[in-house]
């Protein structure tokens, strides 16, 4: 048996499921998180002082918030729990972590990586004056400070986030401008029968719709976002395209923004994962096999970190996780156990790929971002910049383009534009995005205080 | 200067004091800087290239667009950074010992 | 790009290997007039040529190499008229700084020595150098500046050369790795894994850490092994570091540099280097190594310390057993010739290199002395040679 412990990174449905299997079996995982509380983003919990209900945070869902919470809770005094803190490296000694200007080395034995997923980001004209967020931030504002990003904002983008997040604010008193979706009604119900797996979430999602519907929000579908109207720091508008090409501008004092999640895959890029092209989402993800062994023997996938399936999923792909890491260390787990998580996540597979369906990438967007649209918020990288490495500087793939203009080179490595870059790389030569690669991972994984201490 | 944020709830917290460019503003404690700033203000920090105001983005530690910095020159992601009563922010110039 | 030659493409000149050696040679080939073919594995100045430090740096270099630096700073100067853009360089000088008196003592030894060879040095206390240079740190105790050296952006200077290259004429041929290279009675055959077969009375190897496997076809061996700078960035402020400033220091750990890009990011590097492999072409960034360049950074410039790093990187760069480059014509082989091994302390030469080799190809002699780093060396009188070590990178 290995000396070091199994280190779980994120305190998610994932990664709380992965550290309660371990420790039934008898292990003592360390489970690092980057947030103060456990729960991860869905199932994120409120600060100390706060006081509303599990109902009214997380609605429907409030029953499976209460129990990875508490069974949660109950694991602590059976693992290592090491939260607001941020895994920055790898080296030969273990998991680099950062909290402050302290770095700390955890050696391990293996790694479940349950890191979750954030907004996946279209750019647009505008979207980076202050007032604007992703739909993930507009729900944590919500959810973790009972505060929204204005009083009258916008939802736009596409997937069941956006009427979720709607009707959240409009529970909370604040009424959404419009919600706009870029995907169509037809091709939604293309997606439905993926999705009919799982009535209760396609029954929720309609009933947010009808609600908002109901309380008079413009619920608009197949749009084309134009721009976001503002002064120096603040929005006023949205403007878009309706699906026959009318121009409309919707007056507005914030937006959230998002077209689906994209996989928070960092570490398992650092820690030299073999990577796979996922079609259904259109993005590169750890290769897994289907209980969430990587191509590295001591690293494990669960969650969104690695398949976009949702919060659901995530808890039974964080369980299997474990399985298969106790089963590699000939720790026994019931066959059937295996096969019904196994079946669990089939059926989360097939929702997922509905909702792929229903709810597509708009990858047309951006190919027709204008030239002087900003791609990289960190850097200040226009759309023209990128289509100028692509193709007068022959820039194969999007690590060149960034060599030579700088997208994903920022704070953020990428995570917010790479994806959306790579689309216009592609498109402005022509090419496969496949083809244009992944923009690579460089330690740190976060800004690293360069008076940081080594502490052990 | 207007306030982006919006308190729906929970307002019954102790209030807390911070001065943002010298100017003191009320927040309430549990808040992240972030919100605490943007509940009073509508900007975080200056992009270095453009030098146009931002506020964030993702909420959620994943963007780095609301680093800023405290007048005595630390640098704190406010999304991920409790407000604590007395902080000092600046979201303009960055007091860099090199730019004094 | 895809090349699938059914005939095989034929020049005056093939270089191998398109880091800023090769892309420049390339370059001032076709100012000469001849005709040339750069075949490139990758991508134009992907590998130690877009990954170093990007110092444009003449003092503490091995002193006869000083020649062939000195012609490069002038092309560095002359780069927008050469190849129309000047990869950021920016000639603000650079400082070379220490905290030991016998550090301080060949500081002042290499500015008598370097005199001769035209380079001149200012050798100032550390007062002196804090009232020019505010930003070098209290325990500084002798600076030495080389007013005219600088930086320049290492990820486009290659890149700009090979276009400037093909715009000139020569056929540049990316992601064509080579497989084969043989001579037969008068001309090289160079066979690639992409079906292109290229044919030349000339060849030039630069395949930098790569280099060796290359001139042992030719029966040439050199020792040389690959390493992996540590490099990395830390997030833009504002722009107000003109010079590189670097460690004259003795003690490998502590000789880090940095160098401040006009956006404001600050560069570093140094310290020690980590492995890298040439099979899998990965270079180990080992993020420990950037822990340790931290303090040593902020001995340098204090004022760094209430920064971040955003991002690290290394590349892989061959070094030489005695950290001088292979370059010139082949002691065996007409109409062979080599530039490579530059030890990690190539970029600012690369101008030259390229313009001296073209000198050398198309003419058959150059002025700038090459002796030093001739092949032979290894290969007929390794006994006799020069005992040199070259100063490291700082």
Sequence with gaps: ??????????????????????????????????????????????????????????????????????????????????????????????????????????????????????????????????????????????????????????????????????????????????????????????????????????????????????????????????????????????????????????????????????????????????FIYDTRFSQWRPKTDPDGRSSRADVYLAGDGVILRGADAAEAAGKLAACALLQDRKIPVPGEEILGLRETLNTMTSFADGLAKAFPWPARLAAALPDDTVVCRCENVTAGDIRHAATAYDSPEINRAKALARPGMGRCQGRMCGLAATEILAAARGEPVASAGRIRTAAPLKPLPLDCKVTS | MPALFCRVDETDRQPIRLFVDGKEIEALEGDTLLVAVLSNADRLRKNEFDNKPRAGFCLMGACQDCWIWTEDGRELRACSTQAEDGMRIMTGEVPWLLNR | MKTYLREPARADVIVVGGGLMGAATAFFLRTHGLSVILLERDLVGQAASGTNFGNVRRQGRYLPQLPLSNRSRDIWGRLPELIGEDAEFLPNGHIRVTTRPEDGERLEQYAR??????????????????????????????????????????????????????????????????????????????????????????????????????????????????????????????????PVIGSASGVTEEVVYLRQVKRGNIIFGGGRRGTADLVTKRARLDPMNTLRQMPCLARLVPAVSQLRVIRTWSGVEGYVEDSLPVMGASPTVSGLFYAFGFCGHGFQLGPAVGATMAELIATGSTDIPLDPFRMSRFTQDAATGPAATATRQT
């Design chain 3, 113 to 242: 020595d370097c005199k001769p060879y035209g380079l001149d040095l200012t050798i100032m206390t550390g007062d002196q150098a804090r009232k020019m240079f505010p930003m070098v740190g209290p325990d500084i105790t002798t600076v030495s500046y080389s007013p005219h050296d600088g930086h320049a952006n290492p990820r486009l200077a290659a890149p700009a050369f090979g276009r400037a290259a093909r715009r000139a004429g020569a056929l540049v041929v990316e992601r064509c790795e080579v497989t084969a290279i043989s001579k037969d009675a008068s001309d090289f055959v160079v066979e690639a894994a992409n079906g292109g077969r290229y044919i030349a009375p000339m060849l030039q190897i630069s395949g930098g850490a790569w280099g060796r496997w290359m001139a042992k076809s030719f029966g040439e061996d050199v020792p040389m092994a690959p390493q992996a700078p540590q490099m990395g960035v830390t997030e833009p402020l504002p722009y107000r570091i003109a």
């Design chain 1, 1 to 274: 048996m290995a000396a070091e412990p199994v280190i779980i990174v994120g305190a998610g449905p994932a990664g709380t499921r992965a550290a309660q299997r371990l420790v039934s079996a008898g292990l003592h995982p360390v489970v690092v998180d980057e947030n103060d509380r456990q729960g991860g983003q869905i199932y994120r919990r409120q600060p100390p002082g706060f006081h509303r209900s599990h109902k009214k945070l997380y609605g429907t869902e409030a029953g499976r918030a209460r129990s990875l919470h508490d069974d949660f809770d109950a694991l602590l005094p059976s693992i290592g729990y090491i939260p607001g803190t941020t895994v920055w490296g790898v080296s030969d000694e273990g998991l680099l972590t950062m909290r402050g200007s302290e770095v700390t080395i955890l050696p391990f034995s293996a790694i479940i990586i349950a890191s979750g997923a954030t907004d996946r980001i279209m750019p647009l004209p505008g979207w980076t004056t202050p007032g604007v967020y992703s739909l993930g931030a507009s729900q944590i504002a919500l959810k973790a400070q009972a505060c929204t990003i204005g009083r009258r904002p916008v939802f736009m983008g596409t997937g069941p986030l956006l009427y979720l997040v709607a009707w959240q604010y409009l529970q909370a008193g604040v009424k959404p401008a419009a919600v706009l979706d870029t995907s169509s009604l037809a091709t939604r119900l293309r997606g439905l029968r993926g999705m009919a797996v799982r009535p209760r979430a396609v029954t929720n999602g309609l009933r947010y719709m009808a609600a908002l519907a109901r309380a008079g929000v413009p619920l608009r579908s197949g749009i084309t976002p134009c721009r976001i109207e503002g002064q120096e720091a603040g929005v006023t508008a949205v403007i878009w395209q309706d699906a026959k090409g009318t121009l409309h501008r919707t007056a507005c004092d914030s937006a959230g923004m998002g077209y689906g999640l994209r996989s928070e895959t960092q570490l398992a890029d650092l820690l030299k994962c073999e």
